[in-house]
Nanobody, 121 residues
Framework: QVQLVESGGGLVQPGGSLRLSCAAS????????MGWYRQAPGKQRELVAT???????NSADSVKGRFTISRDNGKNTVVLQVNSLKPEDTAVYFC???????????????WGQGTQVTVSS
C-alpha cells in the first residue's frame, strides 16, 4: 500500500505564491514519474507538471515560467513552487506518483487526496 499526502494549499491573492508538497510513503521500491495535476470546478483534471526520477521535467504551457517542480528521490517527495498566481489557477491540486511497490512486478499510479488552491482578491 502506498499513500501520497499533499500539503501547502490555501487562499492567496493574485500575484502571490504557494509551495505545494507531496510525500509518498508505504511499500515503495522506487518511484518513477511524479507530478501534479489540477481540477477546477466543472472541468477535467489536467496536467500541471511532471518530473522523472532522472529529473526531466514537463509542464503545461499555461504554467511555464511561473510554476517549478522539483523532487527529492531519497525522501520520496515532490514539490510544486507556484508563483505569479492567477485566478484561473484556482483548482484542487493532486499529487501523482508512478510507483514500483515491493510486491508488484509493474508500476502502479497513485493519487493524493488533493489540496485546494484558491486565487482571489
Amino acid at each position: 500500500q502506498v499513500q501520497l499526502v499533499e500539503s501547502g494549499g490555501g487562499l492567496v491573492q493574485p500575484g502571490g505564491s504557494l509551495r505545494l508538497s507531496c510525500a509518498a510513503s508505504g511499500s515503495i521500491r522506487s518511484i518513477y514519474t511524479m507530478g501534479w495535476y489540477r481540477q477546477a470546478p466543472g472541468k477535467q483534471r489536467e496536467l500541471v507538471a511532471t518530473i522523472t526520477s532522472g529529473f526531466s521535467t514537463n509542464s503545461a504551457d499555461s504554467v511555464k515560467g511561473r510554476f517549478t517542480i522539483s523532487r527529492d528521490n531519497g525522501k520520496n517527495t515532490v514539490v510544486l513552487q507556484v508563483n505569479s498566481l492567477k485566478p484561473e489557477d484556482t483548482a484542487v491540486y493532486f499529487c501523482y506518483a508512478d510507483v514500483l511497490t515491493l510486491a508488484a512486478m509493474r508500476t502502479i499510479g497513485y493519487w493524493g487526496q488533493g489540496t485546494q488552491v484558491t486565487v482571489s482578491s
